[in-house]
Structures are given as structure tokens and as C-alpha cells.
């Protein structure tokens, strides 16, 4: 009975993606986006289909060509492959098919699971979460490029609702959320503290499969790259410091402090201010595991900080920072409406600020002005009294926030 269900399910899936995938390359015809996705489905071809490095000059070039309509002139963005060999596993299936279908495929499959997956996650979330999550302006940028981010951020989300989840996850969904964490390491710069803190809850909680399957995945993830292409960590670090060099990948926060302060007076002070950042994130660590500290609240500033050491890039990279705002709206959103006024009110932010980008001489750092959107919320979210924020209520149900004591006067 339960085969059937899951095959019915999957044919379910299956169908509204093959219809959405009709309507989209219908409407998109030849003009077709995803620049990112374009990266991903040539290096996909170049390894799969015609046995090439997807690090080679010969693929980098085909890139700037199907980008630029020309070979990139120095110091343009180059669009060289600049990920680890597995990554391309996902894509795999895509490489075997024209472009514009691949895209238009991509393009739905990445819509319909962000839908679902908020409704698995938060099944009791108002129905507006599903649609709206799709215009906030990182996820829809991001899904016009095709970037991996989207998917990633699927992948944290599924991540966020099994692990944190209302009952202990099997054994076997323990390993799939392994494989799934392993993989999603492909792009570090977005998963990396996040991934620590997966690991962290995991050991507090002997999630035991779940780390196991990450640590063996990851080790088979890179045997299967170097299989794959032997010398691709040499070519890939080539690749990288190509990209640093061209697109001059300032972290976030030193891209901020770089309109008050020379190079070098910015750099040491983000070296201050990254000091004191990580050092409340080891201490309110430490805190939530002696279970006075809400979970919550630890994933919203491992938010902000991924974002803040980030290199700076495409707007879509702020995924990593309004993740946690959106499980805090998924978990409480139903009962507080100044929670879907201030969520709305992020997405008209974004797209004013969109519009303010588009402006002949836009401010240097404007887009990435939502991060003063979401710091009030993060000091609200780490100040609140514990108690008043949503719990995650497997783990915080087995260990149970403490209230502070009063003293006597």
C-alpha cells in the first residue's frame, strides 16, 4: 500500500512538472535565462557528453560565448566552472537534453519542490507562504538565473523540517538528509555554518546515521570527483582565483565598510567585527546546548553571518540570510498578523530596492540593503525572552528552555 502511494505520488510530481515545464518553454520560446544554469548544464556536457574537464579554457569559453555572445574581455566575469566535480551529479540527467528544455525542466522542478517543501515543513503555515516565497526577490532572482542557491536552500529547508522535526527521524531518513547535506557542500561559501550546526544538533542529539551518512557521502562525493577528473582540484583553485581576481569577491561585510573606509582600514576592521560576531555565535552555542538558548534564534544569526563573510555577489546569495526569517514566518505567521505585515512589507522592500538598482548611478551597496531589513528582526529574534519565540518542538520538548531565575530582592 505504501509503494503505491509513493509511485503515486511521484507520477503526481512528475506530471506538474512535465506540465509546468510545457507553459514554460512555451512562454520563454528563445529567450531564455539562467545564465547560472547555463554554467552548470555546459560543464555538465562537457564531462558527461564529450568526456572533457569542466575546468578546461575550451568549456570556459563555450560559457562566454552562450553568456556573451563573444569570449569575455579581461576583467569581465569569466563564468568559469568554479565548483567541485559532484555538483554535477544533480545535473546529470540535464545534460542529455537541448537547453531550452533543460532550463524549462529546472526552472519547474526548482517552483514546484520550494512549494512543496514549505508545505511538508510547515503544514500548518497560511497558504500565502507557498505563493509569496516566490517573489520575494532573492528566490525570484534566483530561480530566473537558475542558480543552485534555490536548491540549496530547498535542501536547508528539508533539513530545518526533518532533523528539528516533531518526532526523531528514522534511521533511514537520517542517511537521505546526510547525502543530502554532503552534497549541498558543493558550494560552501552558502551551507558551510549552517552544516556545522546541522552537525552540531545531530551529535547533541545522537543523530548517529545522519552523521555517518554526511561524513561517508562526502568522502564518496570526492572519490567519485576524482574519478571523474583526476586533476580537478588544481583546476578548480585555477578557476577560483580567476573569478576572485575578475569579479574582486570582497566578503559582504568588508563590500559595506569599503564606502567609509580605504582597503586596508576595512579589512582590519572586519577582522575586529568578525571577531566579535563569531565570538556571540560560540556563546549563544554554548548556551542553546545547555538548553538555555533558543534554537531559533542561533540559526537566524548563523543566517547573518554566512551572509556577512559571503563573497559579495548576485542578490540571490542572500538566501542564506533570510532562510531562518522564513521558518520563523512558516512557524508563527498563522497566529500573529504583524508577522505576514512585516513579511510583506520584506517583499516590497526587496523590489524597491530592485528598482533603486536600475537607477543610471544606483548607490554602490544597494543591493545589498535588505540586510536592514532583517538586522532588527535578528536583535529581536537573540533579546526576546525565550519562551515568546516558536520552538522547535522535537528537541526543545526533550530539552526544555530554562527560565532565568529571578534573584531575591
Not at 174 to 193: D, E, M, R, Y
Request: charged fraction near 10%; include cysteine; charge should be positive.
Amino acid at each position: 500500500m505504501r509503494v503505491r502511494k509513493a509511485v503515486f505520488i511521484i507520477l503526481i510530481l512528475a506530471g506538474a512538472v512535465a506540465a509546468l515545464s510545457f507553459a514554460v518553454h512555451s512562454v520563454l520560446q528563445k529567450n531564455i535565462p539562467g545564465v547560472d544554469f547555463f554554467n552548470y548544464y555546459s560543464a555538465g556536457r562537457a564531462l558527461f557528453i564529450e568526456g572533457r574537464s569542466s575546468y578546461s579554457p575550451e568549456v570556459t569559453e563555450t560559457i562566454q560565448m552562450g553568456i556573451y555572445n563573444r569570449l569575455a574581455k579581461p576583467g569581465e566575469d569569466q563564468f568559469a566552472f568554479v565548483h567541485p566535480p559532484y555538483q554535477l551529479l544533480l545535473f546529470l540527467p540535464f545534460s542529455y537534453l537541448s537547453f531550452d528544455w533543460a532550463q524549462a525542466i529546472w526552472l519547474s522542478a526548482n517552483i514546484i519542490f520550494i512549494t512543496l517543501g514549505i508545505l511538508i515543513v510547515f503544514p500548518r503555515a497560511p497558504k500565502w507562504l507557498l505563493f509569496s516565497v516566490l517573489f520575494l526577490y532573492p528566490f525570484s532572482f534566483g530561480l530566473i538565473m537558475g542558480t543552485v542557491a534555490v536548491f540549496l536552500g530547498l535542501l536547508a529547508l528539508l533539513l530545518y523540517g526533518f532533523i528539528l522535526g516533531t518526532e526523531r527521524p528514522t534511521p533511514t531518513l537520517q542517511i537521505v538528509l546526510g547525502i543530502a547535506l554532503a552534497w549541498a557542500t558543493c558550494k560552501p561559501q552558502f551551507i558551510w555554518l549552517y552544516a556545522i550546526l546541522f552537525a552540531i544538533i545531530a551529535l547533541k542529539h545522537k543523530f548517529w546515521f545522519f552523521l555517518a551518512s554526511a561524513c561517508c557521502s562526502f568522502l564518496a562525493f570526492l572519490a567519485v570527483s576524482f574519478l571523474l577528473i583526476p586533476d580537478w582540484l588544481p583546476q578548480l583553485l585555477e578557476n577560483v582565483t580567476v573569478y576572485a581576481q575578475t569579479n574582486q569577491s570582497w566578503p559582504t561585510l568588508i563590500n559595506f565598510l569599503l564606502v567609509m573606509l580605504p582597503p586596508q582600514a576595512a579589512r582590519l576592521a572586519s577582522l575586529g567585527i568578525f571577531f566579535v560576531l563569531f565570538i556571540l555565535l560560540f556563546y549563544w552555542t554554548i548556551r542553546w546546548w545547555k538548553g538555555k538558548f533558543p534554537l531559533l534564534s542561533l540559526l537566524a544569526w548563523c543566517g547573518l553571518l554566512t551572509y556577512l563573510v559571503h563573497p559579495h555577489s548576485a542578490p540571490y546569495e542572500q538566501i542564506t540570510m533570510i532562510l531562518p526569517l522564513l521558518f520563523w514566518v512558516g512557524q508563527s505567521a498563522r497566529k500573529n498578523s504583524k508577522i505576514t505585515i512585516y513579511w510583506f512589507g520584506g517583499i516590497l522592500f526587496y523590489w524597491l530596492i530592485f528598482g533603486l538598482g536600475r537607477l543610471p548611478h544606483p548607490p554602490r551597496t544597494v543591493h545589498d540593503w535588505p540586510i536592514f531589513y532583517y538586522i532588527p528582526w535578528i536583535i529581536w529574534m537573540v533579546s526576546r525572552p525565550a519562551n515568546s519565540l516558536p520552538v522547535v518542538q522535537f528537541l526543545e520538548r526533550r530539552i526544555p528552555i530554562h527560565p532565568r531565575k529571578s534573584t531575591p530582592n
